[in-house]
């Protein structure tokens, strides 16, 4: 029997009991449609990080106060007040750092915010005229904070468009309205281009107000939250973190860099951690919908079985009449392959049905990955190969007169 006979008696059998046959397909249509899905979910959100994290700005280390560890220059986040100004501005100043182009001394805390009768609790950032450059801040309207803002202590902000959404509505002009942070008055002077994003972090949903009127006239603090830094390129991130880290370390009298009271962290830090994060994630997930394909390739065995069972007068007929053993488990093993690469198919297009509804809802970037496809395609296979054989071989396996005698 050549492939071509074989494929077609193969789809005739299994074409015989329709319903048989899609219920069988079914556990692999889902499992491959979960696992497409849940891939491309994994692989948007982590598209999606990227793209946030990268648009915080190009070359960036962050300084963060934290208590003293064990490591080499990077103690563990959570001190909270051990940067200042003066560290800031040690930095641009240094001879001795010579890889740094722009210094972003910063205070951020939470707070309520309120306007008429809107409200909302957002981030509320205290920045000096560099941030926007470090961080690539683009204006929509008005203008960002000014060094005369900063010297002067004005009681100005510049809002995010989550902000002004919030508090405005759609479609309003903020420019020159009034907002209370801390019960203190604030007049809107810029409103920011969005960046996109989502959650705690999302930085749409952002105020900035002048560093000094943050710390002396809002939170009357003496201290920072971070400091940002842009290095000169790429090639001398590593540099720049060495040579902010040491002098640090000397403004603050500690010899042993192990007893750092600060961390440095770099963009590509914040990424590799991001992207193994949510690749665990992914991982997770698609083992989750990998179960469905094993339910599913037992669910086909047990149908195969099924038909072996239903088709034991034939195969002993067959047998009789000089099948071979090989014929007998090719038989079945093609309408193993054929349910499971049929139901592969339909799983493809189910999963892509999925990513898309999934990216709409969550508004992730739709990603769909052409090793995923290959993967379903290779699994779909896989499972009618190792879930057909116990049957094939089974089948194979009948003695034809005791396959005839059987009722």
């Given amino acids: 029997m050549n492939f071509s006979e074989l494929f077609w008696d193969s789809f005739k059998n299994l074409s015989v009991n329709k319903l048989r046959t899609g219920l069988a397909a079914l556990g692999i249509v889902i499992g491959i449609g979960s696992v497409i899905g ?10 999606s990080v990227q793209s946030q994290i990268e648009s915080l700005g190009a070359n960036l280390l962050t300084v963060s106060p934290g208590a003293p560890s064990s490591g080499a220059v990077r103690g563990a986040v959570g001190g909270g007040t051990t940067l200042t100004n003066g560290d800031a501005a040690a930095i641009a100043a240094s001879p001795q750092v010579t890889t740094i182009q722009n210094v972003s001394p910063e205070l951020s805390r939470r707070s309520q915010v309120t306007t008429g009768a809107a409200n909302t609790n957002t981030q509320v950032i205290g920045v000096e005229p560099d941030y926007q450059s470090v961080h690539k ?11 005369r803002d900063v010297d002067s202590l004005a009681k100005v902000a ?19 309205q009034s907002i209370r942070i801390n019960n203190q008055s604030f007049t809107i002077v810029g409103e920011t281009v969005s960046k996109g994003g989502s959650g705690f972090q999302n930085q749409d949903d952002i105020i900035f107000v002048p560093l000094s009127t943050a710390q002396k006239t809002v939170y009357g603090a003496d201290y920072l939250s971070s400091i940002a830094l842009e290095a000169k390129s790429q090639e001398v991130m590593t540099e720049a973190e060495n040579q902010v880290g040491y002098l640090l370390l000397s403004r603050h009298k500690l010899s042993d860099p192990a007893q750092a009271d600060f961390r440095i962290f770099s963009q590509a830090d914040i990424l590799n951690t991001a992207a193994s994060v949510t690749g665990a994630f992914t991982s997770m997930l698609s083992g989750i919908a990998a179960i469905s394909l094993l339910v599913g390739g037992i669910g086909i065995m047990n149908i195969m079985l099924m038909s072996v069972t239903e088709r034991t007068r034939e195969i002993g007929l067959r047998k009789a009449l000089g099948a071979k053993k090989k014929t007998i488990t090719q038989q079945f093993l093609t309408e193993s392959v054929i349910l499971t690469f049929a139901g592969g198919l339909f799983g493809i297009v189910l999963g892509m049905i999925i990513s ?52």
Avoid: C, H
């Avoid at 849940?38 to 598209?47: C, D, F, K, Y």
């Avoid at 510049?158 to 020159?176: A, E, H, K, R, T």
């Avoid at 969550?362 to 057909?388: C, D, K, R």
């Fill in 38 to 47: 849940l891939i491309s979910l994994g692989q948007g959100s982590q598209l």
């Fill in 158 to 176: 510049v809002v995010g468009p989550q902000v002004m959404s919030d508090l405005f509505g759609d479609g309003s002009n903020p420019i020159g």
């Fill in 356 to 407: 898309l509804i999934l990216s709409k809802v969550t508004g992730i970037p739709f990603v769909l990955a052409p090793s995923s496809i290959i993967l379903a395609f290779g699994v779909s296979v896989g499972i009618g190969i190792l879930f057909g054989w116990y049957p094939a071989n089974r089948a194979a396996n009948l003695q034809p007169i005791e396959a005839l005698r059987y009722e």
């Fill in 137 to 147: 801040v683009e204006i929509a309207a008005g203008s960002f904070i000014s060094q």
